[in-house]
């Protein structure tokens, strides 16, 4: 139980780390209450950063943050002075809530097309645990700004320029070739993150028309070369695994961040799932509601 509590404090230290004043202000103020408590109520989540958790863990909250309560579906209202983090934040909390009382999510079928899947329970056992939450809610918010830039490569023919973009995977892999041994594991690891955000947040462009070269991609970190008719996105989906799974056996030291993409690589298939299920029900909402009594 101590240990248990631990982490939670551990975790809830991350996301008040991660949440601005006005963050905090919005997140303790969702029920209208005067500007005196929420000075007070902010203190008290500074002081014990656990009742973080505890909050994002009310509907009611997580629905005045998404701006779901009231709105009867309409979304030009949804709150824009808050950071990522915590709009990230509640889309997360409220689909784990979700998960608990549903028996089915959704699974991609085509541009824009799913089909019922029975999995709810198995992807509410992975969120059950906060930093898991915190993980996924850390790798969205990773991509609300997106790095790019030149680097320079030694080939036989000389130096080569090369641009490289956290979003293209086929860039972002040269740089393995251009980067210093100690700095690989962060390449691998942000490879593990490009995997694990276009498989969950936008799995029609892990097809190849799009910036998904399956045999290059392979050829480029080393992995074996794919079958031609395996699935784009489940073979994205192996390559993340495989990927967090290197960047965490060739770190520098084993931490607690190591032992997190180990956990990644072992439960990629249902972090997938939860960002598919984050992605159609708050990010890009699509109303395929097979089960649903007319009213």
Known sequence: MLAEYDELDAVGSAYVEHLSDTDLRTLVGADGVTVEEQDRRVQALRRQ???VLDVLARPATVD????????????????????????????VHRTAADLGQTYYTTERSGPRLRVPVFDSADLAAYLALARRRLFLIDLLASFTRVSSGVAWTKTSGGWQRRRWNELDPLRLAALLDAVPEDQKPGVWRRMGDLALFLTGVFPDRATPSGPFDSNRLARLTGLSRPPEDDDPLDLLERFGARWYLIAAERALAQTSTTA??????????????????????????????????PS
């Open 49 to 51: 950063p656990a009742l």
């Open 64 to 91: 005045a943050l998404l701006n779901l309560a009231g709105t009867t579906g309409r979304r030009s209202e949804r709150l824009t002075f808050v950071s990522p983090f915590l709009v990230f934040a509640a889309a």
């Open 260 to 293: 997190e993409l180990r956990d990644a690589a072992e439960h990629f298939h249902q972090a997938r799932r939860v960002l598919n299920a984050v992605t159609d029900r708050y990010l890009f909402p699509l109303s395929n509601d097979w089960f649903t009594p």
